[in-house]
T-cell receptor, first 115, second 116 residues
């Protein structure tokens, strides 16, 4: 079984600072995928970034990057130059190599960007 | 714009009622999922479906059932609603076959159910 741990229930960050949201995972599958989602107060889940366990390079998508440390089973999300609109819940999730059994989510981090 | 649509944004039901939560996707996705979201617990998988008339239990299926009679529609059923089923319910769909493991999950906007 997979497990995702997000140890930061809440974070306050000044606008324009970089933010790191922590995520560690546990799985016995050699192949897996890691995801980050953003959930603003409106409720929809917005896909941010994906990292495959065999990908050689860390994933990047605009201001988002995923700091993937496979040996440490860590998949931290880095947001560069934070903006007020980044205030939201952030969820780390993973999928096993079999693929289709659905995502396993962490408990989330509530990020608040302060002006 | 492709999307997953949940029929109700907010719903209030009485204890003991039979409740139907509907989800429709227009992406021709094979896989569909129902999650429950509670503060401090994240999202937990209730049921999922690989194909029409097929269903699989997730991590917390007790008290719920599902129906998938058409590919685009996946319904979550609370046979006899209880107050501990008050929660946000999120539907999602995904592709069945991809290169790698990024199945292109798309989520609905959620239904906030209150059972009184």
């Amino acid at each position: 079984a997979q497990k995702i741990t997000q140890t930061q229930p809440g974070m306050f960050v000044q606008e324009k600072e970089a933010v790191t949201l922590d995520c560690t995972y546990d799985t016995s599958d050699p192949s897996y995928g890691l995801f980050w989602y953003k959930q603003p107060s409106s409720g929809e889940m917005i896909f941010l970034i994906y990292q495959g366990s065999y990908d050689q390079q860390n994933a990047t998508e605009g201001r988002y990057s995923l700091n993937f440390q496979k040996a440490r089973k860590s998949a931290n999300l880095v947001i560069s130059a934070s903006q007020l609109g980044d205030s939201a819940m952030y969820f780390c999730a993973m999928i096993p190599g079999g693929g289709a059994d659905g995502l396993t989510f962490g408990k989330g981090t509530h990020l608040i960007i302060q002006p | 714009d492709v999307k997953v649509t949940q029929s109700s944004r907010y719903l209030v039901k009485r204890t003991g009622e039979k409740v139907f939560l509907e989800c429709v996707q227009d992406m021709d996705h094979e896989n569909m999922f129902w999650y429950r979201q509670d503060p401090g617990l994240g999202l937990r998988l209730i049921y999922f479906s690989y194909d029409v008339k097929m269903k699989e239990k997730g991590d917390i299926p007790e008290g719920y059932s599902v129906s998938r009679e058409k590919k685009e529609r996946f319904s979550l059923i609370l046979e006899s609603a209880s107050t501990n089923q008050t929660s946000m319910y999120l539907c999602a769909s995904s592709l069945a076959d991809v290169t790698g493991l990024n199945y292109g999950y798309t989520f609905g906007s959620g239904t906030r159910l209150t059972v009184v």
